[in-house]
């Protein structure tokens, strides 16, 4: 299993630029998320999917959108891309089955905006 | 007040003493707790988790949780300069399917 894969690793985005940050699993999970970590912080949550065809927003949702068309797969869009929007960017999944509750996180996602 | 907070800052200890984290909650249902390690420029990976009231032992590592006084720590005993990362403390929200992180206690041990 490869786990949780994200690519591209770095980004450098213009203002009012758009991009598709990818992340795909391969342990069937059904519950997929996407953070943003900024120098300090913990992570705060953007959408995350409970499921194939199922969305939500988590704390910081502004100025992103996700889609969820299969199990595998959940991408992040930034339309407009904005200096704030610069930060590491986390896809996780996570295992709810057996109580373990374990969320695998990918390598993440390194975003500048100039 | 914070869904989680880890208050203390960058923790330096010396190799082979306890190096000792502590975390806050405000979510009083909270049933999952989960500590979290993250090396510098790295994802974070799941170390403990931690379910009932008491310690957890996982070879180096010892997770307390406090329900009534909802606190949960994580002591490393020994500690090894491969120890240094941040560690991030997250409580898994009931009603809702995701986890609240707290910042992070950067621990740096020192050979």
């Known amino acids: 299993n490869a786990g949780v894969t994200q690519t591209p690793k770095f980004r450098i985005l213009k203002i009012g630029q758009s991009m598709t940050l990818q992340c795909t699993q391969d342990?069937?999970?059904?519950?997929m998320y996407w953070y943003r970590q900024d120098p300090g912080m913990g992570l705060k949550l953007i959408y995350y999917s409970v499921g194939a065809g199922i969305t939500d927003k988590g704390e910081v949702p502004n100025g992103y959108n996700v889609s969820r068309s299969t199990t595998e797969d959940f991408p992040l869009r930034l339309e407009l891309a904005a200096p704030s929007q610069t930060s590491v960017y986390f896809c996780?999944?996570?295992?709810?089955?057996?109580?373990?509750?374990?969320?695998?996180f990918g390598p993440g996602t390194r975003l500048t905006v100039l | 007040q914070k869904e989680v907070e880890q208050n203390s800052g960058p923790l330096s200890v010396p190799e082979g003493a306890i190096a000792s984290l502590n975390c806050t909650y405000s979510?009083?249902?909270?049933?999952?707790f989960f500590w979290y390690r993250q090396y510098s420029g790295k994802s974070p990976e799941l170390i403990m988790s931690i379910y009932s009231n008491g310690d957890k032992e996982d070879g180096r590592f010892t997770a307390q949780l406090n329900k009534a006084s909802q606190y949960v720590s994580l002591l490393i005993r020994d500690s090894q300069p491969s120890d240094s990362a941040t560690y991030l403390c997250?409580?898994?929200?009931?009603?809702?399917?995701?986890?609240?992180f707290g910042k992070g206690n950067q621990v740096v041990v020192i050979p």
């Open positions: 997250a409580v898994k929200l009931e009603g809702n399917n995701r986890l609240a």
């Open positions: 342990m069937n999970h059904n519950y």
């Open positions: 979510d009083r249902v909270s049933q999952s």
């Open positions: 996780a999944s996570r295992d709810n089955q057996g109580g373990t509750d374990t969320q695998y």
